[in-house]
């Protein structure tokens, strides 16, 4: 059984930092493209970013390219995105996935299992 573990999230000011995890069971993240994508109350799940099953390719939403980073360590089975200057526009569930395929697609409908998501919330 397939289960992707978000945590991480919290409450934090504009401009701070904070590291999310994505801790896998059931498939090893060295085997799958892992994205995060994120969803703001009113609004559509979004990409963020995502890393190939190779770790060689990785995609970045415009919104986020210079302040995040996705990197994964194999050994512990786990993804994380490292989130500096936060901006309150950045306030929203994040979620991390897995997809079987290659390439570190930005399409939500591409990706197969789907964790529960952590609350991430960028306010003064």
């Known amino acids: 059984q397939v289960q992707l573990v978000e945590s991480g999230g919290g409450l934090v000011q504009p401009g701070g930092s904070l590291r999310l995890s994505c801790a896998a069971s059931g498939l090893t993240v060295s085997s799958y493209t892992i994205g995060w994508f994120r969803q703001a109350p009113g609004k559509e799940r979004e990409f963020v970013t995502a890393i190939s099953w190779s770790g060689g390719s990785t995609n970045y939403a415009d919104s986020v390219k210079g302040r995040y980073t996705i990197f994964r360590d194999s050994a512990k089975n786990t993804v994380y995105l490292e989130m500096n200057s936060l901006k309150p526009d950045d306030t929203a569930v994040y979620y991390c996935?897995?997809?079987?395929?290659?390439?570190?697609?930005?399409?939500?409908?591409?990706?197969?299992?789907w964790g529960q998501g952590t609350q991430v919330t960028v306010t003064s």
């Open positions: 996935a897995a997809r079987r395929g290659s390439g570190a697609s930005n399409l939500v409908e591409t990706y197969t299992y």
